[in-house]
């Protein structure tokens, strides 16, 4: 059986609200109203007031279950313009034309073809603690004697380099400081 609503000389473009009622189209009348709630377009807000005027219709008038309600068509129809005007240079008038429109949702019981959803969807097992990440490449075993030797060359390399470095830089600064300063006067004055 099939329920309408009407709503009549809303202030919105019927072009604005076409862009609302055709992604609603042939969707559960539930749904429809959330999906109404996240749209971010104001034309929303009166469809979905004619979609639960539609439903509350049906429940009450006609004793219809609202779960097993779908919206089969939302119809929109312009309604009468309000004509103004704005005024413009040399004595002109800019016409501008505040458009209405008719919404008519119509809403059909169709039992048994509405989808429920369960409850709480399962969730899938957590795992309690994080893997360890694996090293990129094994290290290799080095005997006991070779290792010391080894960590001892190592550690006096390090030691050495980051000094002589230093050491150099400075002696680049100090022979900068030595330099005489070339006079500039003298070229800018020829």
């Known amino acids: 059986m099939e329920v309408q609503a009407k709503a009549k000389w809303v202030r919105t473009s019927p072009r604005k609200v076409r862009l609302v009622a055709q992604t609603l189209r042939n969707l559960p009348v539930s749904e429809a109203l959330v999906a109404c709630s996240f749209m971010p377009k104001a034309a929303a807000r009166d469809v979905a007031k004619v979609i639960r005027s539609a439903q509350a219709n049906a429940e009450n008038n006609f004793n219809l279950v609202k779960d097993d309600l779908v919206i089969k068509d939302i119809r929109v129809e312009p309604g009468p313009m309000l004509k103004r005007g704005q005024p413009r240079a040399m004595g ?12 008519t949702a ?12 369960a409850a709480a969807l399962p969730r899938a097992p957590q795992p309690t603690a994080r893997p360890t990440p694996t090293p990129a490449r094994p290290r290799k075993a080095k005997p006991k004697a070779e290792t010391g030797e080894a960590e001892a ?13 230093k050491g150099e830089a400075k002696k680049t600064e100090s022979k900068k400081k030595d330099e005489p300063k070339k006079d500039t006067k003298e070229k800018k004055s020829k």
């Not at 002109?92 to 008719?102: G, N, Q, V």
């Open 153 to 165: 060359a190592t550690a006096k390399a390090d030691v050495k380099e980051p000094q002589s470095r």
């Open 106 to 117: 119509v809403v059909e019981d169709r039992p048994g073809v509405v989808r429920r959803r």
């Open 92 to 103: 002109r008038l800019y016409s501008i034309f505040k458009r209405t429109s008719h919404i």
